[in-house]
């Protein structure tokens, strides 16, 4: 008995981890400011994450696993973030959805974000900042960026990226509730 409790406590472990910790838990924190940069926080457990960094290189070309290294084939962004026109496509390889038996992810949308949009190789409160900034975030407002983080597809199949990636951490709902709990604070960046 003893020993499925140690396994289950281990489980358990793990589950907190990796998941994220739910809005209602950062109700303690009276100071506003301190509330709203510990939501984002914790947000940034998933913008951080390889599943979104990925996709989200700072050059041309997209990194891949959780070491996030470089793209294998060579691909690059391309003038619309779906591959060099007249090279590879990502749409060559990423199909509609994943494709388990070669470890190849899809989705029908599947592309880098736009240049604008890179997040590698910058701090959490850099990226906070260009969220927050339309002429870096793809043109969205708050409500948008809302909706983005927590209904979209294409950021949804980081928590079923199949094979054998690792998902973001928590499930979109979750991430979609902290973020929208940070826009309501105030979206207030850590320093």
């Known amino acids: 008995m003893l020993v499925a409790t140690n396994a289950v406590d281990r489980a358990v472990a793990a ?19 301190a509330r709203s940069v510990a939501l984002f926080e914790e947000a940034g457990k998933v913008i951080q994450s390889p599943r979104c960094l990925n996709c989200h290189p700072a050059g041309d070309r997209p990194t891949q696993t959780e070491a ?17 026109e007249g ?4 749409g060559t390889c990423h199909h509609a959805t994943n494709f388990d038996p070669a470890n190849v992810p899809g ?44 209904e979209d597809s294409l950021v949804g199949w980081g928590w079923h990226p199949g094979g054998d990636r690792k998902p973001a951490p928590g499930t979109q709902a979750e991430f979609g509730q902290l973020f929208k709990a940070w826009v309501e604070s105030g979206a207030v960046c850590p320093g």
Do not use: Y
């Open 107 to 150: 989705h029908p949308e599947w592309h880098l974000a736009p240049i604008e949009m890179a997040w590698q190789g910058k701090s959490l409160g850099q990226i906070c900042e260009q969220l927050k900034d339309p002429k870096r975030n793809g043109g969205m407002d708050m409500a948008a960026l809302v909706h983005h983080m927590a």
């Open 68 to 84: 996030m290294r470089p793209h294998i084939p060579l691909v690059v962004r391309g003038p619309d973030g779906f591959g060099a």
């Open 87 to 90: 090279g590879l496509r990502c």
């Open 15 to 33: 589950t907190a981890k990796d998941g994220l910790e739910p809005v209602e838990s950062f109700n303690a924190i009276k100071d506003q400011r």
